[in-house]
């Protein structure tokens, strides 16, 4: 696996990734109607309670009956409401027993994790699934964008983007085909910033971001993969 391209493959990752731990744990089975009417129950009976099903099926694009499934799936296996930095990455390595997920999971653990509070809740994780399966292709990119932007300021800078690199190198193993050198992603961090940073000051902004992937046919096409998928 070559890193050309590679912008495409950390959104690519973690929508396969969640469609696979969605799958896993059940969360993406259907829901019966009794199965309705228990979860709406069960609200009350976890750690943190969620926000009401009208209040994110407002938030989302999913309905009240896909919430209620989503949220049977997270509950039995997250009882307590959240999930935390460490169960997160747990998860992630169970799909690269090869590489080292750890990092990676860590990136997209803070994307996920909306205020920053080091727990991810049943609204955080929708909101996102939402976004990421339904989304706009611009709210794709722009979620896409925080993942990159490691500290939140605003700007990917190059350090960001090769730790991002890095990670998703370290994530698929050394064994790859064909095998990168170890120069392989601080080199698809130059071509990144050839093709993003516009006005060449060191940095990528959002609007930068959306103007070159916006004009990307490959990367337009790739937003579209996953739609529907639940």
């Known amino acids: ?5 590679m912008e495409l493959c950390a959104m690519a990752v973690v929508v396969l990734l969640f469609i696979a731990v969605l799958k896993q744990f059940g969360i993406l089975e259907p829901m019966s109607m009794e199965d309705s ?9 976890v750690r943190h309670q969620p926000e009401g099903l009208d209040q994110l099926q407002a938030q989302t694009k999913f309905t009240k009956k896909e ?4 949220y049977r799936g997270f509950k039995n296996e997250c009882p307590t409401g959240l999930v935390d930095e460490d169960t997160f990455k747990l998860i992630y ?7 080292d997920a750890t990092t990676y999971a860590h990136f997209l653990f803070n994307a996920f994790d909306a205020d920053g509070n080091g727990a991810i809740r049943f609204e955080d994780f929708v909101v996102g699934l939402s976004i990421l399966l339904r989304g706009t292709v611009h709210e794709k ?6 993942l990159y932007d490691i500290n939140k300021d605003g700007y990917i800078t190059k350090e960001e983007m090769l730790a991002i690199m890095k990670s998703i190198y370290d994530m698929m193993g ?4 064909p095998i990168l050198r170890e120069d392989a992603p601080m080199e698809h961090v130059e071509r990144f910033f050839q093709k ?11 609007d930068e971001f959306l103007e070159t992937c916006q004009k990307d046919e490959n990367i337009m096409s790739s ?3 996953f739609e529907n998928v639940i």
Request: glycine share 8%; hydrophobic share 35%; aromatic share 12%.
């Open 196 to 206: 993003m940073d516009r006005n060449q000051d060191g940095v990528v902004t959002i």
């Open 223 to 225: 937003m579209q993969l």
């Open 141 to 146: 990119l722009k979620w896409a964008f925080n």
């Open 1 to 5: 696996m070559g890193f050309q391209g």
């Open 67 to 70: 919430l209620q499934s989503l």
């Open 174 to 177: 050394r064994h790859t085909y």
């Open 37 to 45: 009417s228990d979860s709406e129950l069960e609200l009350s009976t």
């Open 93 to 99: 390595s169970q799909f690269f027993p090869q590489g």
